[in-house]
């Protein structure tokens, strides 16, 4: 074999601002050249991945599109897929497969092995996304960092494939416009059958996506009954798949749901090339809440393209007053299935009462109170209870959200195990037991405060520089207030807890934060449901997967709307709790949920076997 010197390191500016180098080696095996690429982190002369030297050079514009930070998954057919120079995927893609360098010294965020971004001590970031959908004032922050533990916590390991990269055109809909950023794929095919066996697509929501997206849940453990191959995709303005220059505002206008689909059809054309993928093979998108909208709406608008949708935990209608949220949440604390109970409900509200009685009376009660439930802020501004107010909802929130979850803080029966004051008859003992279930959470999360104050919460939301968090809270605070909404509020006298005028306060964050009134942000929501058909999508082959227990059910498909588009209401079960890993503590009806969806694929691949006998005959 005759090792042949080509395409020459370059120095990249990558999408963050760093400077790396990238090299290149082929080699000429007879019958066709291949082209592998690896980044070296400015170390010059090491050899690349099969024995060629690297090299430098400042202006090097033929670097092979398709580099990868590890081998492509090798074709059933030959194993050995031939990576040709020059742009990726069908005709019409702009899409190409690059790998990107090391962060800058300074900037290195909490990573795993696989790339993903962690906060705190927390070290994995796990298969799903079932980071909290909320906008990003105190509660929704809070929500979307449990959801992030959890994920974490569910990735139990460090093995798995290393990132792959497309270069994606920033704006999909404007072909005169040139700029483009990197967008993070994963690739699991050990699996793989046959070239023309079904590719399952993971897509990445609002949040840091990593290599359990194609390693752990749902998706990766149907591969092995049907040959498929698995593919994990981040959403672009989340975790690494970041546009050069950051967060401004003018560059988020290049953020939504349908430019997220838009790279969803960029990459299917892409990766069916370069993964040497038949053209017969059945796309079956894979996503667990605001990821799983994406799944169905993906096949809703490119049916052609997209064979099949799993769509988890998907809100597909958007809302501007969510306030059926704490409906489920006060029907789920009373629920025995999960260990709530009438008692426990009638505990939350005792202690939030409790709560509201010690901040009103000021002095020495409100200076106790924020120190027992960890508010950094003084609590002299009326905006500033409010935050810790809208922090605890969301700390009895996420116990339901995420019932019975590897890595939850706290579970419903935990909860009401804390606040239930039955046993010494103190009225004061569903606070303590509040004060508690604070501590608990605190800790588990590492965080050195529950709430922080509102001008805080502002400037943060305000700052366009990634963070190194990877939660995404300015770019979900944008997503709710030009699409969907999804805004909290108790304002309802059955709400169990401290009643809130909540909607005018998120929707002066997005005023605050990106100039955006609320008639806008009303009008954005009506418009996303026109676009996408909201509860009634007219979608087929899709399934909608949902727990009872899950306040955001509500805003899915919870019954069939005809033949083609299923409905599974899984009863006690969470967010996204049908992708997670299987455990043997799943409950029953868990497990004849996931043995639906696997019967429901089974039908769906059956169908996309005979449509590709038909067309062969």
Not at 38 to 50: A, D, I, L, Y
Not at 83 to 95: H, P
Not at 243 to 264: C, E, I, K, M, W
Request: glycine share 10%; with cysteine; hydrophobic share 40%.
């Amino acid at each position: 074999m005759t090792y042949v010197e080509r395409a020459p390191c370059q120095g990249l500016q990558t999408q963050l601002g760093i400077v790396t180098a990238l090299c290149a080696c082929t080699w000429d095996c007879g019958r066709r050249l291949h082209l592998h690429n690896r980044w070296e982190k400015g170390k010059r002369n090491r050899s690349c991945q099969h024995g060629g030297p690297c090299f430098f050079r400042e202006n090097s514009e033929d670097i092979g599109a398709r580099a990868h930070e590890y081998p492509p998954p090798r074709s059933p057919r030959d194993r050995s897929p031939q990576l040709r120079a020059g742009t990726s995927g069908a005709s019409g893609s702009r899409a190409r497969s690059r790998t990107p360098g090391p962060r800058a010294k300074g900037r290195e965020p909490c990573t795993d092995a696989g790339g993903s971004m962690a906060a705190g001590p927390a070290r994995r970031l796990g298969p799903l996304l079932l980071i909290s959908l909320w906008g990003a004032s105190a509660p929704a922050s809070l929500l979307r960092r449990l959801g992030q533990h959890i994920q974490r916590l569910q990735d139990s390991s460090d093995l798995g494939p290393k990132a792959g990269w497309l270069q994606q055109p920033l704006d999909p809909f404007n072909a005169s416009d040139t700029r483009s950023f990197l967008q993070r794929y994963w690739v699991n095919g050990q699996h793989w059958g046959r070239q023309d066996g079904p590719v399952f697509l993971h897509l990445g929501g609002e949040g840091s996506l990593g290599p359990g997206s194609v390693m752990r849940g749902h998706p990766a453990a149907l591969a092995p009954a049907w040959g498929a191959l698995v593919v994990g995709l981040e959403h672009r303005f989340y975790g690494l798949s970041m546009p050069a220059g950051g967060l401004d505002t003018a560059l988020l206008r290049f953020l939504s749901s349908r430019h997220a689909l838009a790279d969803v059809v960029s990459a299917r054309l892409a990766l069916s090339r370069l993964l040497n993928v038949s053209s017969s093979s059945p796309w079956v998108c894979f996503g667990g809440s605001y990821a799983g909208s994406l799944a169905a709406w993906a096949r809703l608008k490119f049916p052609h393209l997209v064979f099949a949708a799993v769509a988890s935990s998907a809100p597909v209608r958007a809302v501007l007053d969510f306030s059926a949220y704490n409906e489920v949440v006060s029907r789920s604390l009373t629920s025995t299935a999960i260990g709530g109970s009438p008692q426990c409900l009638a505990a939350v509200s005792t202690a939030f009462a409790e709560v509201g009685r010690r901040l009103r009376a000021g002095g020495a009660a409100r200076a106790a109170l924020r120190a027992e439930l960890g508010a950094c802020a003084s609590l002299e501004r009326l905006e500033d209870r409010a935050e810790l107010l809208g922090a605890l909802q969301a700390l009895v929130g996420g116990a339901v959200q995420y019932d019975g979850q590897a890595g939850a803080p706290l579970s419903v029966r935990q909860l009401c195990g804390l606040l239930d004051g039955r046993r010494n008859g103190s009225r004061s003992a569903p606070y303590g037991g509040l004060r508690r279930a604070v501590q608990v959470v605190i800790h588990r999360l590492g965080q050195r405060c529950l709430s922080f104050s509102r001008a805080e919460t502002v400037a943060q939301l305000r700052a366009t520089e990634p963070q190194v968090s990877g939660v995404g809270d300015r770019q979900w605070l944008y997503q709710t207030c030009t699409e969907f909404g999804f805004y909290v509020t108790c304002e309802d006298p059955s709400c169990p807890f401290s009643q809130l005028s909540a909607l005018p306060s998120q929707l002066e964050l997005c005023e605050q934060v990106f100039g955006l009134s609320a008639s806008s942000v009303a009008q954005a929501v009506a418009q996303t449901n026109a676009y996408y058909g909201g509860q009634t999508p007219g979608a087929t082959r899709v399934l909608f997967v949902n727990g009872d227990m899950d306040p955001w059910h509500v805003l899915s498909v919870t019954q069939a709307l005809g033949p083609s588009v299923s409905a599974l209401l899984i009863p006690g079960a969470s967010h996204c709790l049908d992708m997670a890993p299987e455990r043997p503590s799943d409950s029953r009806s868990l497990r004849l949920g996931r043995q639906s969806i696997s019967q429901q694929l089974q039908t769906w691949l059956r169908l996309a076997g005979e449509s590709t006998g038909r067309r062969a005959v």
